[in-house]
Every structure is written in structure tokens, then in C-alpha cells.
């Protein structure tokens, strides 16, 4: 098999060199960077719930979340350099610090409703206490930080933020689609069903769900199934990753349904 | 070792920018890939423990495409505008006229990627422009190293087709529209 090496190093015409010379220098401003850094540093799971909505959203949703959010917002270029410390559900204020840049420090209020502190507590020092302290007075941090994606996932609790639920969407497709590999479609309609049970049919994931089921359909036999739902995909995605592959199924297939995998 | 040093924090830092670029050739507008790659980060930094050495951009970049379709289904996508900001700030020492260059290099290119199949763009921008090696495009886009071989071929025919018809179209306007 030959090998490929990037157009840039070859014989790409110079336009074109120069355009993926300009893609790959563009960048995010540093402020951006470092203030999701703090973000994810200030604890996962509450903090979700409360910039779960873009912080961008110029058209004025109302909310104490949301108004918390536009001063996260720095138009002024101010880094976020202080703690940010926030209830489970809302942000009231942030604590801030001199911005680096040399510009005078926004005036934001400091008011502040919090739950337990999640900031301070150091990672490590949250991963190691898990398994030697008793469950009844491990510190909800260290439980919350050393598994945050099974405690989400166990939690199936109706206020996880989208994001969290994105993030349990993400593994069960994840599961179905290592088991379609494996070549376990049983195992995959099962993890499928659960899907539909707990992300109903309109998930973020449901086009992947639906292809995937395609998958387990194919590997079952069930050609009248794979056909609908080609037909499904082709309605609700034609231009999507996943149309050509619906229209070959429907093309291929026919009553006597010999289909090449 | 504060909170700025944990592990999310770091990861965040290592490859935030990888996922902003990859947002921005998926469409979105600066603030708005701004948005997203937080987003991104929120839900990877929640699955660090599930993310093996070495795949993280295969994963940052299946959760990007899922945010990035979400995004783009909910807003019914923008076209850039002519006129899109390029911050100052992303391009340390950029005067106006580097900017000016850079922005319209930007504006051709994305020109492109918009026409092409999603499957053939995520393999082209992973690849050309992101630098993952012929495996990582695989790992990421969940196909077999031949298929991503292939596909990477196909998506370069496919980009150089319509950029060389884009040429075209620069040079004949006005003409016969």
C-alpha cells in the first residue's frame, strides 16, 4: 500500500498551500483559552449546569444563569483570574482579578451563592482519596472528580445539564457501536433500545442511533428494517454523513436481498 | 498545584485550540467555535478516564462533529460574511494587511470545504490541515486505515475540483455570470 503524505509537502497548487497555511495559523484568542481552562478546573459537574448555554447568546434570554454568563463574557479582555466558585445552579457573580493585559479590572459585583466549594480541593489529591475513605465521608469533590463520567452516567438524575447528558449520549453510542464491531448486533439493539428509552427519538445522537441500527439490522438479516430505516436517514439527513451509504443499501437491496457488508 | 494545574485544565490548554480550529472548518463562526469548543471541552473533560493516550483528537474530534451538527441544525448554519472578524489577538504581531491576506485565505477555503461531502472534509481538514497521521484519521473518523487511505485521495480530487472551479468562477465574473 502506498503511503500518502500531506498535499502541503507535495505538489498542491500554491493557493492553495497558502489557505491551509492560514488554516492552520488561525487560532483562539488566549483569554478564550485559559478561561475554559479555569472553567473545568472550577469542578465539572455543577458548573455544567450552569454554562451549559453559549455564552455568546446575544438574544437576551432571561435568567440570572444567563445574565452570570455575559460577565464571563470578557469583551474587555480581562482574564478570568480568580476563583470561580458557584452554587449547583446558578452563578450569581465571579470573583475576579487584575486583568494581565494591563487594562483596569472590570467592576463586576462579587456576590456569590455557593454550595459546597468545589474549586479548592486538588485534583490529586481528590483522586487518591476515593478508595481508602469510607463512602459516608468522602468529600463529594473526590468522588465527583475521580469518576465524574460514571457518576454522571449512575446518577440518571432529570436535572444533568445538556452537556452531561450529551456526554452519557456519547458513551452509550459508543457501546453500541464497539459492540456492532465486536459483532454482537443483539448486545447493540439492546444498548439501542436504551437509547430510545432514555434519550427519546429526537437526541442529539438519534442520526448515529439510527445508522447504527442499520448495522444491527444488516447483521441480523432484518432487509425490510434496513430499508426503512435507509429510507428514515435519507428524509431526515440527505446530505449527511451517512446518505450515501442509505442510498447503496436501498439501490443494493431487493426482495431477494443479496447485500455486500 | 492549584486548580489551573489539574488535569482537566491541562488537557484544556493542550487541545483546546486543535478543537476550535477544527469547529471553524466546520462552519462556525469565531464566537460562536469559541462556544462550541467549550462545550466540546465540557463533555470531554468529563470522559478524561475514558480517553486512551494518543486518541484524544480522534475523540475531541467525534464530539466536535456531533456539537458542530447540533449547532448548525439549531442556528440553520451562517455563511461567512465577507466581512468576518479576524481578532487581532490570533495573530500575534498581524498587521492589517497580513490580516487582510489571512482572512481572505480563510474565506476561499472555507468557500471550498462548504461544497464537499462531510465525509471527504473531516478526512481533508484532520489530515491537511490538522496534521493527524493516515491512522489517527482513521481512529477518529471510525473507518479502516485502508478506507481513510482512500478516502484522504478522494477528498483531495474532490477539493482541488472545486477550488480550480472556483478560480474559474473568480475570473469569469462579471463576464457570463
Known sequence: MTDIEPWIEGDAPADVVEWLGAARRESPRDDVVERCAMLVAAGGVGLAAAVSKPLAGGSGLAGSSTAALSLLKWGAGGLLAGTLVVSGARVAGVTTGPSDRGAPASSLSVSVEVAPPRAPAPAPMAREAVPPVPEETAPPLAKAKASPARAATESGHPHASPDERLAEELALIDRVRA???????????????????????????APEARYLRVEVMLATGRMDEVRRLAREILDHDPSGPHAARARALLKESDPEGELRR | ???????????????????????????????????????????????????????????????????????????????????????????PGG???????????????????????????????????????????????????????????????????RAHRLALGDRAKGATG
Open chain 2, 95 to 161: 498587521d492589517p494587511e497580513t490580516l487582510l491576506v489571512e482572512r481572505r485565505a480563510l474565506e476561499r477555503l472555507d468557500a471550498v470545504l462548504d461544497g464537499m461531502p462531510e465525509d471527504l472534509k473531516a478526512a481533508f481538514v484532520l489530515f491537511e490541515i490538522e496534521g493527524l497521521s493516515k491512522a489517527e484519521v482513521a481512529e477518529a473518523l471510525e473507518i479502516p486505515a485502508g478506507t481513510a487511505a482512500s478516502r484522504l485521495r478522494r477528498a483531495r480530487e474532490d477539493f482541488a475540483r
Open chain 1, 179 to 205: 459492540s456492532v464491531d465486536a459483532h454482537q448486533p443483539a448486545l447493540a439493539g439492546r444498548l439501542l433500545t436504551e437509547h430510545e428509552a432514555r434519550f427519546g427519538k429526537s437526541a442529539q445522537c
Open chain 2, 1 to 91: 498545584m492549584g486548580p489551573a494545574d489539574d488535569p482537566a485544565s491541562q488537557f484544556v490548554r493542550q487541545h483546546f485550540a486543535f478543537v476550535w480550529r477544527v469547529l471553524r472548518r466546520l462552519g462556525l463562526a469565531p464566537s460562536d467555535a469559541d462556544d462550541a469548543a467549550q462545550r466540546v471541552m465540557m463533555v470531554a473533560t468529563q470522559r478524561l478516564d475514558d480517553i486512551r493516550d494518543g486518541q484524544a483528537r480522534a475523540f475531541l474530534y467525534r464530539t466536535a462533529s456531533f456539537i458542530a451538527a447540533r449547532e448548525r441544525r439549531g442556528r440553520r448554519r451562517r455563511r461567512e460574511e465577507p466581512g468576518v472578524e479576524l481578532d487581532g489577538e490570533s495573530h
